[in-house]
């Protein structure tokens, strides 16, 4: 789908993320309605389309708009009747959210692994979570915290970016995509892959149309999505997901930008001394390096940074043993080659690589990596200062030999990143010491969602030191 597509992509398309791929598609109705400035996406849209309607994203306006033809008369439409569909459908998305009888056990919602107080990420510290129809299946991969997502683009192996270096003749390689091994481009197709799970909810397309039509809110749905949504139970799953899709782009819910860093940036807050440092630390590309895969600055477009370039990159994160899929010595999580992904299966470059989340909120977390081997974001840094100098901290040690990135087969460690901090061996000096670990945690923590700069704890341990 993206080859299609990517030839006709503007800059401004790709911006609009996951959604780039309608973007440009998108129908005369809404040329007509006026929303071409929406187009845009991310912090932009959101801020355009809210000085005509708070609380509306461009993308979710351009959604419904472009996606919306079966549910709604195609065409004609002014920007007032698509906002109002919007809102009906967030309503209702919030509510097939928060819906455990989606689910096949009556007890799993998207809400159980993607909590609002945990930035919709896992409420819990469980490396995987369970589910399936007994609540006993395990899944292999960490829960992922899906706010932000409306910056991910769409999956391609080649990406062509302008923002960040100003070349768009690098070539970044495989970048974008929903989920570790960015298997899937849209958050309605994504949708699907949870409900139907065996291991997470469990239904089917038939069971989830028919728990919508039971449900207390099965009203509000067919008002939101038109009188014939339940004359097929395809319609109806149809308008589920796309209904999922709408409420996950609702702005001040989902991408906010409400951090302290965000206020810093603004010019509207102080990082204390130690988050200062950890600032500098983990932009130093000769110390921990880390922006340049967690993007830390503004686009050259003044979009606020993301956090990530959505790059897939091979860590060679240890393997967790504690999970039931690893019990089989000849299993092996490879992300983009597969088992899960397997449109490039048998490309051994791309075994072992996983898609850059972004850090945004990542200190709400407990459970980090594909995996989830880890639940500290200490052990998370640590692992990138000592991963080449002192690898028996990470990885099993047998007969005195260290079992070095035992959870990737050897034939694939030439895709292993290799950049700093991941350049030293055994005997070199880990790129951060321990309080510069803990410098780089306290920055992380100023990407939490929901600074308050009035809060008088926050003057008080705030610093000298401004962004200006
Ligand atoms: C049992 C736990 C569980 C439930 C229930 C669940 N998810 Fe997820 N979600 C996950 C896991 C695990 C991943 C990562 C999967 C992967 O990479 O293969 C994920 C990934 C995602 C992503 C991609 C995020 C990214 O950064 O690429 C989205 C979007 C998402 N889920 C939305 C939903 C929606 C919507 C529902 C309800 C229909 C839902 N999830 C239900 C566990 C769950
Ligand atoms: C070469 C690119 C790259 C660099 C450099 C890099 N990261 Fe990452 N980061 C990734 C990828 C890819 C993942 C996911 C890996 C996986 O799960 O297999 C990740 C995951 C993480 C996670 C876990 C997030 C979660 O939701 O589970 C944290 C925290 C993190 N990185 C912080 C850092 C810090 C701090 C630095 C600098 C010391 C850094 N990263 C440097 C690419 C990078």
């Known amino acids: 789908m ?76 002014t920007r007032a009747q698509v906002y109002e569909s919007v809102k009906k459908m967030t309503a209702v998305g919030k509510q097939l959210f928060f819906d455990p ?14 909590s609002p107080q945990h930035a919709f990420g896992p409420p819990n510290a469980l490396s995987v979570q369970f589910g399936g129809q007994d609540m006993r299946q395990q899944g292999m991969r960490a829960a992922h915290d899906i706010k932000y997502l409306q910056k991910v683009p769409s999956f391609t192996e080649h990406y062509h970016d302008s923002d960040d270096e100003g070349d768009e003749s690098v070539d970044a390689g495989p970048t974008g995509g929903l989920m570790w091994d960015g298997r899937v481009n849209s958050a309605h197709d994504q949708a699907r892959m949870p409900l139907t799970s065996t291991f997470e909810m469990g239904s089917t397309p038939q069971k989830v149309a028919a728990a919508v039509k039971a449900a207390p809110y099965a009203n509000q749905f067919r008002d939101a999505f038109g ?22 782009e609702t702005p001040e819910l989902f991408y906010p930008y409400t951090s302290k860093y965000d206020a810093f940036l603004a010019g509207k807050a102080q990082l204390t001394k130690a988050e200062l440092r950890g600032l500098q630390l983990f932009n130093d590309e000769t110390k921990g390096n880390c922006a340049s895969c967690h993007i830390s600055q503004r686009a050259l477009d003044g979009s606020a940074p993301a956090f990530s370039d959505f790059g897939l990159i091979a860590l060679g994160v240890p393997r967790n043993r504690t999970l039931a899929v690893n019990h089989d010595p000849h299993f092996y999580d490879l992300g983009a ?77 030439a895709n292993l990143n290799t ?50």
Request: hydrophobic share 40%; proline share 5%.
């Open 2 to 77: 993206w080859r299609e597509v990517a030839g006709l992509r503007t800059r401004q398309a790709w911006r609009a993320g996951w959604l780039g791929a309608l973007g440009v598609s998108v129908s005369v109705m809404l040329a007509a309605c006026d929303a071409g400035s929406a187009q845009g996406g991310g912090a932009q849209a959101a801020t355009a389309a809210q000085s005509v309607h708070p609380a509306m994203s461009g993308a979710q306006m351009q959604k419904v708009s472009a996606d919306g033809a079966a549910a709604i008369p195609a065409g004609g439409q």
């Open 337 to 413: 080659c597969g088992p899960e992904r397997t449109d490039l299966k048998g490309q051994d470059e791309y075994c072992g690589i996983f898609r850059t989340p972004t850090l945004r909120n990542v200190a709400l977390r407990k459970t980090f990596f594909h995996n989830g081997i880890y639940h500290s974001l200490e052990e998370v840094v640590r692992f990138y200062a000592e991963r080449d100098t002192n690898p028996e901290k990470f990885y099993p040690v047998v007969k005195g030999k260290v079992q070095k990135f035992d959870d990737l087969p050897k034939k694939y460690w």
């Open 227 to 248: 009188e014939r949504v339940f004359d097929s139970d395809d319609a109806t799953f149809k308008a589920v997901l796309q209904a999922l899709e709408v409420f996950e």
């Open 101 to 114: 009888s989606l689910s096949l056990s009556g007890k799993l919602a998207c809400a159980s692994c993607h």
């Open 419 to 468: 950049d700093p901090p991941f350049d030293r061996k055994p005997g070199d000096k880990p790129a951060l010491d321990e309080s510069e670990i803990r410098d780089v945690v306290a920055f992380l923590k100023t990407l939490t969602d929901g600074y308050q700069p009035e809060a008088p704890q926050q003057h008080a341990d705030a610093h000298i030191v401004s962004s200006k």
